[in-house]
């Protein structure tokens, strides 16, 4: 079963950081475009960023702009989003996913199951 595996989330006190891993389980991640999102409670799930195969980035939240960096690395078969300057507001649980595609558009068709960041103080 081909599946994404999100890790990293925590607790963490305002301004601090994490990174979170993304990988992927029986695929190659090289020839896809990966997104991270989340959802804090009560809300709806909202895009974070995407990055291209190529490893070109694209930002779907301006509050993370500047704080969050996604990137990944192929031969590790992952991919990351390092946040920093974390906010009460971030607290969320953050999936990856999988387009079909080369680029960032359409639906993702694999999920993760997911990981909590919870930062509080």
């Known amino acids: 079963q081909l599946k994404l595996v999100e890790s990293g989330g925590g607790l963490v006190q305002p301004g601090g950081s994490l990174r979170l891993s993304c990988a992927a389980v029986?695929?190659?991640?090289?020839?896809?475009?990966i997104g991270w999102f989340r959802q804090a409670p009560g809300k709806e799930r909202e895009g974070v960023q995407c990055?291209?195969?190529?490893?070109?980035?694209?930002n779907y939240a301006d509050s993370v702009k500047g704080r969050f960096t996604i990137s990944r690395d192929n031969a590790k078969n992952t991919v990351y989003l390092q946040m920093n300057s974390l906010r009460p507001e971030d607290t969320a649980v953050y999936y990856c996913?999988?387009?079909?595609?080369?680029?960032?558009?359409?639906?993702?068709?694999?999920w993760g199951q997911g990981t909590q960041v919870t930062v509080s103080s």
């Open positions: 990055i291209s195969s190529e490893g070109e980035s694209t």
């Open positions: 996913a999988r387009y079909r595609d080369l680029e960032c558009w359409g639906t993702p068709a694999t």
């Open positions: 029986r695929f190659s991640l090289d020839y896809y475009a």
